[in-house]
């Protein structure tokens, strides 16, 4: 199975300034020159909602203010700014291979 | 828009079995593969399986097969996902996710269904 290493566990970031968040794969998740590496926000008591898939690309509704990007096997998810309503948990997700998988979480919250 | 309308919480006893229900709306139903998704809060996010509602066909995490089964009834546009022989640790919450046409992601997710298993 791929193992998703995400990091930190949890984030504290002021108001307007930027957090940045990493998942590293065990092995490639690359098919035809594209990465098959997604990235959810789950709010607390609410459901998973995706923002970025195929590394990049954002969602539609999605403001630019989020962002995905790559280096090697470290993918990483920046906000900025952040705002209050980006509370939540980020989780990475590959789609590669089945079984599917997802990283552990990393929660963020406002310092 | 795209709903997927998951049933209600669950309580049942160890041994026993429960079937969960994902009913879609808003677009073809078999046009889209349906992903089931397990979130407690020591395992995060676990992919059970996934289902083409189209065929019938499945593929299934190997974590849970003999687990899970999942299955489709067309004429409703429901997709159902039954759990056998309970124990605690399968008490979680329940995800419905519905895979995006072209790419493997999941774009639209029902509410969760809770199942706790308890005697």
Avoid at chain 1, 11 to 27: D, M, N, P, R, Y
Avoid at chain 2, 33 to 47: A, D, R, S, V
Wanted: with cysteine; net charge neutral; proline share 5%.
């Amino acid at each position: 199975n791929i193992v998703l290493t995400q990091s930190p566990a949890s984030l504290a970031v002021i108001l307007g300034q930027k957090a940045t968040i990493s998942c590293t794969a065990s092995e490639s998740v690359n098919k035809f020159g594209i990465n098959l590496m997604h990235w959810y926000q789950q709010k607390p008591g609410q459901l998973p909602k995706i923002l970025i898939y195929n590394e990049f690309s954002r969602a539609p509704g999605i403001p630019a203010r989020f962002s995905g990007d790559e280096a090697e096997l470290n993918f990483t998810l920046t906000i900025e700014p952040v705002e209050a309503d980006d509370v939540a948990t980020y989780y990475c997700q590959q789609g590669l291979t089945f079984p599917l998988t997802f990283g552990a979480g990393t929660k963020l919250e406002l310092k | 828009q795209v709903q997927l309308q998951q049933s209600g919480a669950e309580l049942v006893k160890p041994g026993t079995s429960v079937k969960l229900s994902c009913k879609a709306s808003g677009y073809t139903f078999t046009s889209n593969h349906m992903n089931w998704i397990k979130q407690t809060t020591g395992q995060g996010l676990e992919w059970i399986g996934i289902i083409n509602p189209g065929s019938g066909g499945t593929s299934y995490n190997v974590k849970f097969k003999g687990k899970a089964t999942l299955t489709v009834d067309k004429s409703s546009s429901t997709a159902f996902m039954q759990l056998s022989s309970l124990t605690p640790e399968d008490s979680a919450v329940y995800y419905c996710a519905r895979k995006d046409g072209y790419n493997p992601f999941m774009d639209a997710w029902g509410q969760g269904a809770s199942v706790t298993v308890s005697s």
